[in-house]
């Protein structure tokens, strides 16, 4: 049992890590598709730069900085350039994707997969799993305790009355965005660095468009969204114990996807995003 | 469209491709002249290059007419990825088999892709229409239920006997799509595509229905005042636009593959966005776009081999386009209502 809660832990940090990236992103009305290319480039950035400086510390921060420059990107695409965010998303996705694979081959000299580099170790993740959990309480506490947080969710909802009472909605979105991918990559930096030492190529198998499933099935809220992530996390490690029950391991991959559609549709209570979630803003 | 922006638009696709592509050749170590020489050598250098781009571009033109005509309505479909792989599946495990001549059996596998697709698109109009949920998130959703349902139908009850794990065995000959050049894999797709192209851009300009659609695109407002009803008009250009992709799908898989691949697409779906967004929007410049891109597709094959530079910066160069222009022309998403 207890073997089962923590692959389930190991399982749903990433997860918890991105969605939590997602719900900042779409409180503060940007509607953050990249999110899979942010766990990507967090993995391998991170990978890479423990390989070349020896340091996992650094390979990790490194990591976080990463996907925190993919998310003033997609900032800046959404708010100074009013790119439509969506379309930018999937252009963060391939970049960030196809950057990866290429990485892999410039920075270790062969494609597929990285080599072995320093890690974080069974501490780090224990760490690490830790950290994503106060991650989502202190997440709900800034964003729904605090003047800040008051300010983020006033620009999902009505960024014009935001800029009226003298908020700065694209400034304010910006900085979400840029911290939602910082949380992304960190989901990434688990993965390569945390739960194993290596970067492969397409590691990152889904698990942002899960996160975004985790986003809405956990109506927009950290903690919800947190425990959809625990959810869907679960499924994951279940799939190990009842792969013998003859339960299709299909049913259980696609699961997070089709809960993510029975919330859209209203069926498990009203599903309602952030009024202003992706619609761009021109002051 | 207005031809000095699509000249602009053009020009700046170009210059990323230039820009970035030979920084990123630099850090691999290559010379960009011969990265990129080697890029256009093996995408156009002889014919069977060229009949292959010519493939490539096919395989793009039908997700990204769907897409087109999905924006042109105002729907972000980010679901062709997945209409295409239902409508493959549906074609390859029927073609498996259906054993008929090959004027039977074409039309009925390519009609079923086109249903299958149609299918997948008419879920997500469905879920838009009648519960207004978000058709970005619903289309992005089901394409990977899509990946599920398809992996399980071929390893479950759809499991052929020859198949491995994850394909279906091979099609019978007589439903091959005939070849336009012989020995290559270039087949009447490239016409069908085209015909279809055409088709389109018929129908946006000079129909009724088309001028209904590009209305509920630019101001669904006016456009309900004026009795156009709109969940109906979403539905039906959404499962228009699944039933393009699907029929891409199908195309695949009779004509380059022979058998449904679960790896049946690269990601046509997604760069299909890049397409649709150069190519305006408008079929016949998609059809160009399809083209560039076909050679960017292809060609990363051929300088991968040659000039060792990894096939995957074309795709981070796909990427940087579609994050570039999608910022330079507005596309209005009709919002929930």
Not at chain 2, 101 to 110: E, N, Q, R, S, T
Request: with cysteine; charged share 10%.
């Amino acid at each position: 049992m207890f073997a089962f809660l923590w692959l389930m832990l190991v399982k749903s940090a990433p997860l918890v890590y991105a969605a939590l990236g997602g719900v900042l992103c779409e409180r503060s009305g940007v509607l953050n598709i990249g999110l899979e290319g942010m766990i990507a480039i967090g993995a391998f950035s991170g990978v890479a730069i423990s390989f070349a400086t020896g340091s996992a510390i650094l390979g990790a921060i490194g990591g976080v900085a990463s996907g925190a420059l993919l998310g003033a990107i997609l900032g800046l695409a959404a708010t100074r350039f009013r790119v439509e965010q969506i379309v930018a998303g999937t252009g963060i996705n391939l970049i960030a994707l196809g950057g990866s694979a290429y990485g892999l081959v410039v920075v270790f000299g062969q494609p597929g997969a990285s080599k072995e580099v320093n890690a974080l170790g069974p501490t780090g993740e224990i760490a690490m799993v830790c950290l994503a959990l106060a991650l989502a309480g202190l997440l709900h506490v800034f964003l729904f305790w605090t003047r800040p947080g008051l300010h983020v969710r006033a620009c999902g909802e009505n960024p014009r009355a935001a800029d009226v009472a003298g908020i700065n909605p694209l400034r304010v979105r910006f900085w979400a965005t840029t911290a939602g991918g910082a949380f992304a990559a960190l989901g990434g930096v688990f993965l390569a660095m945390a739960e194993l030492d290596l970067y492969s190529d397409g590691m990152s198998a889904g698990r942002g468009f899960i996160a975004l499933a985790a986003v809405i099935f956990g109506r927009w809220n950290p903690l919800g969204a947190a425990a959809a992530a625990l959810f869907f996390g679960a499924f994951e490690a279940l799939q190990f114990t009842l792969q013998r029950t003859g339960i299709p391991v299909e049913f259980m991959q696609a699961l997070p996807y089709v809960a993510a559609l029975i919330a859209l549709a209203g069926f498990a209570g009203r599903a309602r995003a952030p009024a202003a979630d992706g619609v761009p803003y021109r002051r | 469209m207005n031809l000095s922006r699509g000249a602009r638009d053009a020009a700046i696709a170009f210059g990323i491709i230039v820009v970035f592509g030979s920084l990123a050749m630099l850090l691999a170590g290559v010379n960009p002249i011969d990265g990129f020489s080697a890029l256009l050598i093996g995408a156009l250098g002889n014919v069977p290059e060229t009949a292959e781009t010519l493939v490539q571009t096919t395989s793009l033109l039908f997700p990204a007419l769907a897409i087109a005509l999905a924006f042109r309505a105002g729907l972000f479909n980010i679901g062709a990825e997945g209409q295409l792989l239902i409508g493959g599946l549906l074609a390859g495990v029927i073609g498996e088999r259906f054993i008929a001549p090959g004027f039977i059996a074409i039309p009925v596998l390519l009609l079923a892709g086109a249903v299958g697709g149609g299918a997948w698109g008419a879920l997500a109009g469905w879920l838009r229409a009648r519960f207004s949920a978000n058709e970005v998130i619903a289309t992005l959703m089901l394409n990977y239920v899509a990946i599920q349902v398809a992996a399980y139908a071929i390893t479950g009850p759809l499991k052929s006997a020859t198949g491995a794990g994850n394909e279906t065995g091979e099609l019978p000959a007589s439903s091959f799509l005939p070849t336009i050049l012989p020995d290559t894999r270039l087949t009447i797709a490239l016409v069908l595509a085209l015909v279809l192209a055409f088709l389109l851009r018929w129908l946006l300009r000079s129909t009724v229905i088309g001028y209904q659609l590009r209305a509920v695109g630019d101001a669904p407002r006016t456009a309900q005042r004026a009795g156009i009803d709109l969940a109906k008009m979403r539905f039906w250009t959404m499962t228009a636009s699944g039933a393009i992709a699907g029929l891409g799908g199908a195309t695949i898989v009779l004509g380059v593959l022979h058998r449904f691949n679960l790896a049946l697409s690269p990601g046509y779906g997604f760069i299909g966005i890049a397409v649709a967004l150069v190519g305006e929007l408008d079929p016949l410049w998609v059809t160009v776009a399809a083209f560039v891109f076909g050679i960017l597709q292809n060609g990363a094959i051929g300088m991968q081999a040659a000039a060792n530079v990894p096939r995957d910066v074309v795709t981070a160069i796909e990427g940087l386009i579609i994050l570039v222009l999608a910022g330079r022309r507005i596309i209005t998403r009709s919002g929930a209502d």
